[in-house]
């Protein structure tokens, strides 16, 4: 069973920077993409980031600029650098990972930020 520990959540003003991790129980290339999700109360969950396991990255137009997905293959980890931070990113960041198989999910970790 693969497991995710997304870490970094937490309270920031606006404008502010945060650092999520993802430590998964396995190599992250092993994963054919691996990504953040966020969920806002009463909104659906959305993708923010992808990082495939060729290391192409996508992020999604409202964060270009201001996030950037990476990984570290020897630690297992995909972090996402968030900058710039606004009210409207607050939500609960999961990490996903997907095999040709099965798609797993984090906890997930929560990100606040305030004007």
């Known amino acids: 069973q693969v497991q995710l520990v997304e870490s970094g959540g937490g309270w920031v003003q606006a404008g502010g920077s945060l650092r999520l991790s993802c430590a998964a129980s396995?190599?992250?290339?092993?994963?054919?993409?691996v990504g953040w999700y966020r969920q806002a109360p009463g909104k659906q969950r959305e993708v923010v980031a992808t990082?495939?396991?060729?290391?192409?990255?996508t992020v999604v137009d409202s964060v270009k600029g201001r996030f950037t997905v990476s990984r570290d293959n020897a630690k297992n980890t995909v972090s996402l650098q968030m900058n710039s931070l606004m009210p409207e990113d607050t939500a609960v960041y999961y990490c996903?990972?997907?095999?040709?198989?099965?798609?797993?999910w984090g906890q997930g970790t929560q990100v606040t930020v305030s004007s």
């Open positions: 990082i495939s396991n060729g290391g192409r990255t």
């Open positions: 996903n990972a997907q095999t040709p198989w099965d798609s797993y």
């Open positions: 396995r190599s992250i290339p092993s994963f054919v993409v």
